[in-house]
């Protein structure tokens, strides 16, 4: 019986192949996700179409989203997660790391306890949480 070719008779890309290939990032993700969904990126469990393939980076998700469900004016409380840094909010921090969880009126108690009755009521009854139904998990 024959065997599987080794590590060095198996073809891919070098890394030296790979800086010469792609003159930035972008291109690299546009040819990586070419090869892995040639028709487009889609959710492999259902088949839709309707996912985000271009967000950035995490820092600009998370703080598109709070400025997109905030008043200008509103003050942010949260941990102290670099994520949130350079957030256009007035913006007040705990830091968990040091045994610090309240300092004035900042405190991330509501959220975590919203999130422990969220995957309470989840754990129940779903498998996998998936953005595309999440206004279901929080209906009545």
């Given at each position: 019986?024959?065997?599987?070719?080794?590590?060095?008779?198996?073809?891919?890309?070098?890394?030296?192949?790979?800086?010469?290939?792609?003159?930035?990032?972008?291109?690299?993700?546009?040819?990586?996700?070419?090869?892995?969904?040639?028709?487009g990126p889609h959710?492999?469990?259902?088949?839709?179409?309707?996912?985000?393939?271009?967000?950035?980076?995490?820092?600009?998700?998370?703080?598109?989203?709070?400025?997109?469900?905030?008043?200008?004016?509103?003050?942010?409380?949260?941990?102290?997660?670099?994520?949130?840094?350079?957030?256009?909010?007035?913006?007040?921090?705990?830091?968990?790391?040091?045994?610090?969880?309240?300092?004035?009126?900042?405190?991330?108690?509501?959220?975590?306890?919203?999130?422990?009755?969220?995957?309470?009521?989840?754990?129940?009854?779903?498998?996998?949480?998936?953005?595309?139904?999440?206004?279901?998990?929080?209906?009545?």
């Amino acid at each position: 019986m024959a065997k599987a070719p080794g590590k060095a008779y198996r073809q891919g890309l070098t890394l030296l192949k790979i800086a010469d290939k792609f003159g930035n990032e972008e291109d690299a993700r546009k040819w990586i996700e070419s090869k892995r969904w040639p028709n487009g990126p889609h959710c492999p469990h259902c088949g839709s179409y309707n996912v985000q393939s271009d967000i950035n980076h995490k820092t600009m998700t998370l703080q598109g989203f709070v400025e997109d469900n905030t008043e200008e004016e509103t003050t942010v409380y949260t941990d102290d997660a670099k994520a949130y840094v350079g957030l256009d909010r007035p913006h007040q921090t705990v830091c968990h790391s040091v045994g610090e969880y309240v300092k004035g009126m900042a405190h991330t108690n509501g959220m975590e306890s919203f999130w422990a009755l969220m995957k309470r009521g989840y754990s129940g009854t779903c498998h996998k949480m998936s953005p595309k139904h999440l206004s279901r998990y929080r209906s009545g």
